[in-house]
Nanobody, 126 residues
Framework: QVQLVESGGALVQAGGSLRLSCAVS????????MGWFCQAPGKEREFVAA????????GYADSVKGRFSISRDNAENTVYLQMNSLKPEDTAVYYC???????????????????WGQGTQVSVSS
């Protein structure tokens, strides 16, 4: 079993920054891609960013390119999402997720991920 715990969500003003963290524990054998998704009220969960095991490849949703940055520390089993220039439309619950057994491919669909955290709330005021 794999457990993911997100932290770092908060209420911030537009233009501000946040850094989300996701700690991974449990039976995390082998390589895995880490991803971040967000879900606003009344909307489906959608892809935000993903990073390969080595950290050498990253992918982002168009809406966050140039503002958000994903990184990981495999020694600490932690993935981060640096969020800059936040906008009110970024308000959502943010989830991290693990996609097992992948090396280079960066999945962007929820059904391609095997484990999920409980989420952390990010609220951006105008």
């Amino acid at each position: 079993q794999v457990q993911l715990v997100e932290s770092g969500g908060a209420l911030v003003q537009a233009g501000g920054s946040l850094r989300l963290s996701c700690a991974v524990s449990g039976r995390t054998f082998g390589t895995y891609v880490m991803g971040w998704f967000c879900q606003a009220p009344g909307k489906e969960r959608e892809f935000v960013a993903a990073i390969t095991w080595s950290g050498g490849s990253t992918g982002y949703a168009d809406s966050v390119k140039g503002r958000f940055s994903i990184s990981r520390d495999n020694a600490e089993n932690t993935v981060y999402l640096q969020m800059n220039s936040l906008k009110p439309e970024d308000t959502a619950v943010y989830y991290c997720a693990v996609s097992k057994g992948r090396v280079h491919y960066l999945p962007q669909h929820t059904d391609e991920y095997d484990y999920w955290g409980q989420g952390t709330q990010v609220s951006v005021s105008s």
